[in-house]
């Protein structure tokens, strides 16, 4: 597009170990890193496309899952949050993201016994909603709102059942419009806005990545798809094949925030 980035992508290199990834819900399927990396490459090419300057963390290869960068941290306006991963196996990630995440943000440090990956967490507005899940836990739910409520935010948690994260449940598509598997959470715990449900077939489909006016979204998808464009929602598709196997999704790879605050 041209124009002077207005916001920052946190990215991470794919590591060789990815086939070693954590599994919850899904089989382990053969992943092919190679086609990763390239899925991984295209995806950061989109997020600059809509004006995203990327910074992009080496590679962890000992860490399997460390491309999927959000669930270390939850950036907002304000603050920098450091999350204490559900999974032993990704508590190693959040140190490296900590230091890129230090010269934009003032940090705060959840702390034991509360579990949180930021894949739980949705904000919508001035609401931080917070899935718990297998893992992230009341505590974090406790800590987050002994930390935001100063600057403004109220902290609502939301049962998860049968997905990883509250965001392979439901994401924000545009102002006052959410796109929900309404299997997978209780809609209700959302007031004041509209659903777009998923397309029964595609019960994977409620992760959507919104950037400005337009929504990064897996080509895996397809009738969902259909059913956002024909909302009015400008998609833009990307290959996802290789972190879906990983149970990784759109909004995993990166922690984007607005470079002005
Ligand atoms: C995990 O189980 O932790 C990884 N294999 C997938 C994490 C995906 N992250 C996300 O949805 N925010």
């Not at 092919?32 to 080496?58: F, K, M, N, P, W």
């Amino acid at each position: 597009m041209g124009s002077v980035p207005t916001r920052i992508a946190v990215t991470r290199a794919v590591s060789s170990a990815m086939q070693s990834c954590e599994l919850t819900h899904l089989a382990r399927a053969p992943i092919d890193v190679d086609r990763a990396r390239l899925q991984h490459a295209s995806y950061e090419r989109t997020l600059e496309r809509l004006g995203c300057r990327i910074v992009r963390l080496a590679e962890e290869s000992a860490l399997a899952d460390s491309v999927f960068v959000e669930d270390t941290a939850i950036v907002l306006d304000e603050i920098a949050l450091i999350t204490r991963p559900g999974a032993q196996s990704r508590r190693g990630e959040t140190p490296t993201v900590a230091q890129a995440l230090g010269q934009y943000r003032e940090l705060a440090y959840l702390q034991a016994p509360a579990t949180l990956d930021g894949g739980d967490v949705l904000r919508v507005d001035r609401t931080v909603y917070v899935g718990i899940s297998t893992r992230s836990n009341e505590a974090a739910v406790q800590q987050l709102r002994d930390l935001l409520p100063r600057f403004g935010y109220r902290v609502q948690s939301v049962p998860v059942f049968g997905c990883l994260h509250l965001k392979s449940a439901v994401t924000q598509l545009a102002e006052g419009l959410l796109l929900v598997n309404p299997q997978f959470i209780d809609p209700s715990h959302f007031p004041g806005v509209d659903f777009l449900p998923v397309d029964p077939a595609e019960p994977f489909a409620a992760n959507a990545m919104m950037i400005g006016e337009e929504v990064i979204y897996s080509a895996s998808h397809p009738a969902t798809a259909s059913r956002m464009r024909e909302h009015g929602v400008r998609v833009q598709t990307v290959e996802m094949s290789e972190m879906e196997k990983a149970e990784g999704a759109v909004t995993c790879c990166s922690l984007v925030f607005s470079m002005e605050a």
